[in-house]
């Protein structure tokens, strides 16, 4: 272990689905699908919501800032396993590797702060709606993004920099789609015990707690909702919560999945599903739940697509 910050691999072999390989196109084809519907699924929100006054409230803020995580999400991710798939593998450079892993961890993490600061947010206006406006003004939304930035960016810069000391002087081939912390760890000829504590201490501050935050948040909605006296009220209050809950459920799951259920045991086939359906499967769907099941969203949608007709008859009659 002699010049531990040397790093003699210099680039890694990422082998993708080497097992699916004769579905290849059938498999670009779907993930480039997933990619497109994703772009425009989230674009559509981040527009909808910068475009409309009805929807400047601070859920519509937040939702905002999860559909720009999961941009992020899905272009760091998928671009680069479509050129894996295609070349049937392909190489990336240590570099290369440490920065698809940091944009994946900061979108991956904001994700778990602002799905944690929405149940709060629901929280508020059903609990205190009295003194929700006071409470949750534009200003203290703005604020709690910026600081779960700060927080990220923190938490980022001291994985990275343990991980630029690791010494990686064997086998170069990862057998996953992206550049995971796991993977590079096993290839690793340093010792990985410090990075690991500090992976498990940031686990509970980024995956531990915003769950406790959201369940906690839930109880008292909950509490809240059954003391609603008629059965509509009740269904019409909690409504405003379903789209954000069911996103909820399916991102901790997987996330939970991946991460803190031990690894040993789980095939690398189910290791690759899991983390294919939180890093592409996720990001694609959340618009959807929150198109589906949200008034507002779909009436905005609505008035959109009132206007782009009324604009392309207008079009037609000048020619």
């Not at 803020?61 to 995580?69: A, C, E, R, Y």
């Not at 796991?182 to 015990?193: A, F, G, I, N, R």
């Not at 769950?211 to 008292?220: K, Q």
């Not at 997987?254 to 899991?274: D, E, N, Q």
Request: net charge positive.
């Amino acid at each position: 272990m002699h010049a531990i910050n040397q790093t003699i691999v210099t680039e890694f072999l990422l082998l993708g689905f080497q097992n699916l390989q004769s579905f290849k196109i059938l498999i670009l084809f779907f993930f480039l699908i997933l990619y497109l519907v994703t772009v425009c699924g989230n674009l559509l929100i981040i527009w909808l919501v910068v475009s409309n006054n009805s929807l400047q409230s601070p859920m519509y803020i937040f939702l905002t800032h999860l559909s720009i995580s999961d941009l992020l999400l899905t272009t760091v991710i998928v671009p680069n396993t479509l050129y894996i798939i295609y070349n049937e593998g392909g190489t990336m450079s240590f570099s290369g590797c440490l920065a698809q892993f940091s944009f994946y961890a900061f979108s991956e993490v904001s994700e778990c702060f602002v799905l944690s600061i929405m149940a709060y947010d629901r929280y508020m206006a059903i609990c205190k709606p009295l003194r929700y406006s006071t409470l949750m003004n534009p200003v203290v939304c703005i604020k709690m993004i910026l600081i779960s930035w700060i927080l990220i960016f923190s938490m980022i810069v001291t994985d990275m920099l343990s991980i630029i000391q690791l010494h990686f002087c064997g086998p170069n081939i990862i057998n996953h789609f992206f550049c995971d912390l796991v993977p590079l760890m096993e290839l690793s000829c340093s010792d990985t015990y410090y990075l690991e504590v500090n992976i498990y201490i940031w686990s509970i501050f980024v995956i531990i707690f915003p769950f406790i935050i959201i369940t906690g948040s839930y109880v008292y909605i909950i509490q809240a909702v059954l003391r609603i006296s008629t059965t509509s009220g009740r269904w019409k209050t909690f409504s405003t919560c379903s789209s954000h809950l069911t996103v909820v459920c399916i991102f901790f799951g997987t996330v939970i999945g991946s991460y803190m259920v031990p690894a040993k045991g789980k095939s690398l086939t189910v290791s690759k599903c899991i983390s294919l359906f939180y890093t592409v499967v996720t990001p694609m769907i959340n618009p959807i739940i929150y198109s589906l099941r949200n008034r507002d969203i779909k009436e905005a949608i609505k008035k959109f697509c009132k206007i782009s007709e009324h604009f392309h008859m207008l079009h037609n009659r000048s020619h």
